[in-house]
């Protein structure tokens, strides 16, 4: 009897040991797909993690006997009993997203979670709106609707995306040594109906990002499925038209899932000369899940793209009378592009405390544009018109390994990866043409190789409220490149490497307030015909940049976030694709506020607003003299969106651009603007009817704005003033929906 009882503690004890191990579980909602950073806390010994990309958790030193509690935003929380030491599985309930729910210290990234607040409340139907949902970023179109947007974030005139990353499903945006300029980004082949979150970050204080991750970056998630089909049609002014449908291509989800989308636009624009403008997108996902919850994601997506535009246009010729806000001075401008992705991702817990997250992708991308931005200034016999064109393949990887552990009581979590991206950019070319049939000079043309390999070590040390993140990360360049002008064959290359450390700390002072420092060295690569002009010189400029900063929740209904920051930005030599030339640019510095803030009033009414302070100044150049070209100095967006109130949602949203310098010395002012939009819809069973309405009270406004030197061809002297793309006037489109 003594050895029965004595065997029976030993037992008894070694099953206390051995259940006090991690408890690793499955969370998914009511359809049966997994849910993504739901906050996983045990009571009784206070550990806590995150589920991953699959669903997947683990959370150390949980026994027999503990209560766990599982939360995410917008489904209910549960709280359950561990009864054995296998693998459990959560099913979480939808509900209304209440923001009183919200407690900033189980939020994985608390503005991340904002945006998607944002995201879900004022869903976005236009790839205009997908960056618009980035606080304090704007942007502006100003070459018939067919060319990347011009962004602006943080006192940058980002161009098409020189100091800004940006990503789909892990795939770049960014191009690299692109003919119209550095880092030109066209987001224009994601079909916004699909983007299911974005992930974005000011500064450049994060390790897994590199190129043009200077102002910040921004990553888009396409959905893994779909909860039912659905087709819409829209119609509006201008012969506006547009036709989505997502059709759930499998039945049973409970392993896998498959879905299409496709997209067509088209509208003349309200200019006097049609934009003719036409898109076609082609999208597709596949999701697998293996029985060990390994995800494996293959995606496919097509965009095809063509265009007329007016241009800019000289404010002298509107003031004068000679043309309207929607005239032109060339209407020959335009182009076309296109765009083919394959995107492969595996996600996979290696072990209960190791995570492998990798995607390979490759795209290939056309792409043909004609503008003319000085009209008859250095030809007054043929004009300025010029084509910039070129044919490029991607091919790449991204790899990241995420282990976690404890360093006695100290939480530790350790990400590493290793990214490579290899651009074969074919026939790059600048030449001077007439009414895009005539090419009249090349100016440049040739064949780029430019290669990136790259590497990164990301810790956090955690401390009870107190978390602590140095980082590290190395980029290798090879540029090479072939002057196909030059009469003797010659492959120019340089080479480069540059070593970029992070630190960032944060600490949660309670449930409801968390404060930061965030600071980091970036950059962004020079075009490939700039580094072998310049011999390798000041080729990857850097940035310096610090973020002091809070997310506060001063009530149950109000989150408020804010940061007040400083970024210095070294000597970079620009290729400038619209003539050809290398201009160098001196030291800047920038600093400024940002303020955010939510508000939901009640189930359905919600209040966002966000705004911007900043202030760009050249360094080396004398007072006065050293603003930098439209750099916005003070931007607010914000709206009123009401959430599924009896059928009906929708939405009244403004955003504000500040006047700003347009050249070095102020003395040419680009005028700011107010503009405020409409949605309304209404849902009947499955059919969906809507009216959006863009510049509600029809303000003259201006998208984008230069200070250009020009000449007409019946002047005798060129003038340096304000060209403008007029943006939209009053327009007004209506949407049918249905869903089955």
């Given amino acids: 009897m003594k050895k029965q009882i004595l065997a029976a503690l030993i037992f008894g004890c070694f099953t206390l040991i051995n259940n006090a191990q991690n408890l690793k579980g499955l969370i998914v909602n009511e359809l049966n797909q997994p849910l993504e950073a739901v906050y996983v806390y045990n009571l009784d010994s206070k550990n806590h993690t995150h589920t991953s990309e699959n669903g997947v958790f683990v959370i150390v030193n949980t026994k027999i006997g503990d209560s766990i509690r599982v939360g995410l935003l917008g489904y209910k929380t549960k709280t359950l009993v561990v009864k054995d030491a296998s693998d459990i599985k959560i ?12 407690a900033l210290n189980e939020e994985l990234n608390p503005v991340r979670t904002i945006s998607r607040l944002d995201l879900k409340v004022t869903p976005v139907n236009s790839s205009q709106e997908v960056l618009r949902k980035v606080p304090g970023l704007f942007i502006g179109q100003h070459a018939g609707g067919g060319k990347a947007e011009q ?79 659905s087709i819409s049609f829209s119609a509006g002014q201008f012969n506006t038209l547009r036709t989505v449908g997502l059709f759930n291509l499998l039945e049973d989800t409970k392993n896998k ?13 309200p200019f006097e000369s049609p934009q003719n403008f036409n898109r076609l ?107 910039q064109k070129e044919d490029r393949n991607i091919f790449g990887a991204n790899t990241a390994i995420n282990y976690s ?29 007439l009414n895009r049939t005539t090419t009249l000079e090349n100016i440049q043309l040739g064949d780029i190789n430019q290669t990136n390999m790259s590497g990164f070590v990301n810790t956090e040390f955690e401390f009870g409220k107190f978390k602590i993140a140095p980082a590290l990360r190395l980029d290798y360049f090879k540029f090479l490149y072939n002057d196909a002008l030059q009469t003797d064959y010659e492959t120019k290359s340089e080479t480069k490497t540059i070593l970029s450390p992070k630190l960032n700390l944060f600490y949660n ?33 850097r940035s310096y940049g610090l973020d002091l900063g809070t997310v506060w929740k001063p009530s149950p209904k109000l989150v408020v ?31 400024g506020l940002d303020l955010g803030l939510r508000y939901q009033f009640n189930d359905w009414l919600f209040l966002d607003t966000d705004a911007t302070l900043t202030d760009a100044r050249s360094i080396e150049e004398a007072n006065d003299e050293d603003y930098i070209p439209l750099a916005p100095d003070f931007t607010l967006t914000g709206g009123l969106s009401v959430d599924d109130l009896d059928g009906f949602s929708g939405g009244l949203r403004f955003r504000y651009l500040d006047d700003r310098a347009a050249n070095e010395d102020n003395s040419i002012v680009a005028e700011g603007y107010l503009v405020t939009d409409l949605n309304l819809n209404y849902q009947i069973n499955k059919i969906t009817l809507g009216i959006a309405v863009e510049n509600l009270f029809d303000v003259d406004w201006n998208e984008t704005q230069f200070a250009t030197e020009s000449r007409l061809q019946n002047e005798a002297q060129s003038v340096e003033e304000i060209h403008f793309t007029p943006g939209t006037p009053f327009f007004i489109k209506g949407t049918v929906s249905y869903n089955f």
């Fill in 509 to 541: 002072a309670n449930n409801n307030l968390q404060l930061y420092i965030k600071s980091g060295i970036g950059f962004h690569s020079n075009d490939t015909r700039v580094v072998v002009a310049n011999e390798g010189k000041d080729i990857l400029p």
């Fill in 561 to 591: 976030n804010t940061a007040l920051w400083y970024l210095f930005l070294e000597q970079e030599f620009v290729y400038v694709g619209d003539a050809g030339i290398v201009e160098p640019s001196g030291k800047t510095r920038r600093y």
């Fill in 151 to 229: 962004i602006f974030l943080r006192g940058f005139d980002i161009d098409h995306g020189t100091d800004v990353s940006i990503s789909v499903d892990g795939m770049p945006v960014n191009m690299v040594s692109h003919a119209h300029g550095q880092g030109y980004s066209d987001l224009h082949f994601v079909i916004p109906e699909t983007v299911n979150k974005i992930d974005f970050g000011k500064g450049s204080y994060y390790a897994q990002q590199g190129d043009f991750n200077t102002a910040g970056y921004v990553g888009f998630k396409t959905k893994d499925y779909l909860k039912e089909s």
């Fill in 281 to 387: 997108n082609l999208f597709g996902k596949y999701v697998m899940f293996s029985p060990e919850n390994d995800k494996i994601t293959l995606t496919a997506s097509h965009f095809t793209s063509r265009w007329d535009a007016s241009g800019q246009i000289p404010q002298r010729e509107v003031d004068n009378g000679n043309i309207t806000r929607f005239g032109a001075i060339d209407d020959t401008e335009g182009g076309t592009t296109e765009r083919t992705n394959f995107n492969v991702t595996f996600d996979k817990y290696i072990t209960d405390n190791t995570k492998l997250s990798a995607n390979a992708f490759y795209s290939h991308y056309a792409f043909e544009l004609y503008s003319n931005f000085t009209f008859f200034l250095e030809d007054e016999v043929n004009g300025d018109q010029i084509k």
């Fill in 91 to 102: 099913i979480l309930e939808e509900k209304v997203f209440q923001l009183d729910e919200m």
């Fill in 405 to 433: 552990t404890y360093l006695g009581e100290t939480e530790f979590s350790l990400t590493t990866g290793l990214s490579v991206r290899h651009d074969i950019v074919d026939d790059v070319e600048l030449s001077r043409t």
């Fill in 257 to 269: 899932n498959a879905y299409a989308a496709i997209e067509y636009i088209a509208t003349d624009g």
